[in-house]
């Protein structure tokens, strides 16, 4: 899969936190059993942890699953920074955050042969975020059986929708969208990407399976004070579209500068997705 470095995380965590339905998250809590027994696929440095254990009850034992070590090294680090309390446990962490006890385990898998590889235990609750945009329709599906099977709550947020807004504009904003897609449509190691269609995918993979499905928008919206995480997501932008050769490297290069300059905006387009079963 397709690394992201934990300095790119950091940026966009606070633009996630904002962003998620605060409705979803409120219908998981409610539907989970206390205490929870979580998964978190491609954790990366543990911003869903973060945002959702305020909300899941005083007891809660996580599992975080990623593909790179390093990721993993750098979610110990933050979550043990962001609690109230830190104690080891083994190769785990014991957080201690408002009234909850949050028992924390790691464990580095690749999960693109396998999406149930890391749900042998029996979790409640299936979780990622900013993932399944990178994944495939098969892959989803997969997932979507080895989640029926355990008979686990699943909750997803911030997958990419392919809707965005860039102000001021550019006349190559078009393009620019357009080769964006394309590219985002590459394997990332999962088969071909489902991109902006994954959230229909987990639908229709979850509903076939007799779950109750809910959808909600959570855009992130962006504006002059968010340089930090708009001028580097402008360029990867552009990067990505010149890589698909349908965007001139000029072009490309004048949006880009254009992002940088002061007064951009944006308005990128994500969904969150709640699956309980039926």
Known sequence: MTGFSPDWLALREPADRAARDPGLVAALARALPRPVRAVDL???TGSNLRALAPRLGPAQDWLLVDHDPALLAAARDRLAA???DAEA???GLVLRSGKARIAVRFRA???AADPGAALTEAPDLVTAAALFDLTSEAWIAALARAVAAAGAAFYTALTYDGHEAWTPPHPADAAIHAAFLAHQAGDKGFGPAAGPGATAALARAFGSRGYRVETAESPWRLG?????L??????????AARETGRVAADAAASWAALRRAPGTGAVIGHRDLLALPG
């Open 42 to 44: 491609g954790c990366g």
């Open 82 to 84: 962001w609690a109230e």
């Open 89 to 91: 446990d083994g190769d």
């Open 109 to 111: 898998l690749d999960l």
């Open 224 to 228: 002059p004070d968010d340089a930090a």
């Open 230 to 239: 708009l001028h580097p997501l402008a360029e990867g932008t552009a990067r």
